[in-house]
């Protein structure tokens, strides 16, 4: 396993490039079940995550592979094998998009029921409700989630739960609803930039979706879906974790592909810190000079403050003059960064969803844990002002959403290496 050494105090200058979205990319790979033909996807970032992905659907029929140009190109070639096994789903969760298609094009699916991760329990109920709601039967058998249906029909669709709405599970529905007979009309529908990627690239496609981007969607179904070429969206996330890491090293950096429009509040509150955020005609230019001011965050669905920033801007938080307060409104357990960053100093206290940032004046270098996705990257975040080195064990979580994250940013200054455990 490798681990990083990251010797903290090191200003980050220069410029950085968004990749495409992961969160973009993942569904749309899935959404190639549902097609005939072949779909050409650019800008589709080499995570693990990807590669994941791509071994499920080598699994179910589907040939992945990427071309000379690194674009991926995926075609169903077998239709037979309608099965996604826990020890993939496992690995990664958002497996579960798979369901929608396979049960539209195939009439069966039968995929493992994802359990719980770092970040919480991760229900599939809506999905499984707006599924029936399409005409599925649904039977879990031995852990795995059965669903059959001769023929969906279309129908409207709810899909808001006690935390909002479902973006995979709106991607689910939607997904299979392009290919019923009728109409479907999804209320209560995630509207996060990545869930209109998905509707622009089935639209592109042969679907007629309309009302994507808002909590109602329309979905008339079609007979038929052809393939196409797309371009993922450039991945919000990580573009609000680069702006996180210039701010927290007091830094000043241009970066570029990066849809300052999907990060409406984040900006604000990078800029309620005290954080510098510019448009400019090659990138958005983010830098940072002084102490920081202490803020209140609470994560919402989009277009409120993303979940999958939490604990980045915590990172930041740590070192405000003063008291801020996150609550996290969309997984109430998403924290286990937060005794990571107390072991390099950190004052926080968490009381249920809240988290209670004491501003400290320094982070101090310490071995700590990658444990989930967003809370290493929090951990990065951290270890680049800490004083002294910081040892980051089990990275593989970073490099499951963050391509050569070290090598990305030593080429703005950090000093990060990656060791063999
Ligand atoms: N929920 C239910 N029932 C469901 C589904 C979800 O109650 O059937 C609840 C969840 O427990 C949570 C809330 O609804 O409280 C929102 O979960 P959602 O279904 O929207 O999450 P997701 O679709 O499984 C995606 C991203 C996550 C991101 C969330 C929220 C992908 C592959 N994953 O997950 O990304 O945190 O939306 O924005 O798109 C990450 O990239 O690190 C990551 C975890």
Do not use: W
């Amino acid at each position: 396993m490798d681990q990083f050494l990251i010797n903290g105090g090191q200003r980050l200058r220069g410029s950085l490039t968004v990749n495409g979205s992961k969160n973009a990319a993942l569904p749309i790979m899935a959404a190639s079940i549902l097609t005939e033909g072949e779909t050409v996807l650019k800008g589709v970032p080499n995570l693990d995550d990807v590669q994941t992905l791509c071994h499920l659907l080598k699994q179910l029929g589907v040939n992945a592979t990427r071309d000379a140009e690194g674009d991926l190109r995926l075609k169903v070639e077998d239709e037979m094998n309608c099965h996604a096994e826990y020890d993939l789903v496992r690995r990664m969760r958002a497996s579960v998009c798979v369901m929608g298609p396979l049960l539209a094009k195939r009439r069966q699916a039968r995929v493992a029921l994802p359990g719980g991760c770092n970040i919480g329990d991760r229900p599939v109920n809506l999905h499984l409700q707006g599924l029936k709601a399409l005409g599925a039967d649904v039977e879990l058998v031995s852990g795995d989630i059965h669903l059959k249906a001769k023929k969906l029909r279309g129908a409207e669709v709810f899909l808001g739960g006690p935390f909002g709405s479902t973006v995979l599970g709106t991607a689910n529905v939607m997904m299979a609803a392009t290919l019923a007979e009728g109409a479907t009309v999804i209320e209560g529908a995630a509207c996060e930039p990545e869930v209109i990627d998905l509707a622009d690239y089935l639209n592109a496609c042969g679907a007629r979706i309309i009302g994507q981007g808002t909590t109602r969607i329309k979905i008339e179904g079609v007979s038929e879906l052809h393939g196409s070429e797309h371009t993922v969206i450039p991945d919000r996330i990580e573009a609000g974790t680069l702006m996180i890491a210039v701010a927290i090293t007091n830094g000043d950096a241009v970066i570029s592909n990066c849809r300052v429009d999907h990060l409406l509040a984040v900006v604000d509150r990078l800029r309620a810190v005290g954080v510098i955020v510019e448009k400019k005609a090659d990138g958005t230019q983010v830098s940072s000079s002084r102490r920081l001011e202490p803020i209140t965050v609470t994560t919402q669905p989009y277009p409120g403050f993303p979940t999958d920033l939490q604990a980045q801007i915590m990172a930041l938080l740590c070192l405000a003059d003063g008291n801020s307060i996150i609550t996290e409104k969309i997984f109430p357990d998403r924290f286990v960064h937060v005794a990571e960053l107390n072991r390099m100093g950190a004052k926080l206290r968490k009381e249920g969803p809240v988290v209670l940032v004491e501003g400290v004046k320094r982070l101090v270098g310490a071995p700590v844990m990658a444990s989930d996705l967003r809370a290493s990257a929090a951990l990065v975040l951290a270890a680049l002002i800490a004083k002294g080195q910081t040892r980051i064990s089990r990275v593989y979580h970073i490099d499951r959403g963050y391509e050569s994250i070290e090598k990305r940013l030593n080429a703005v200054g950090a000093d990060i290496k990656r060791v063999q455990e």
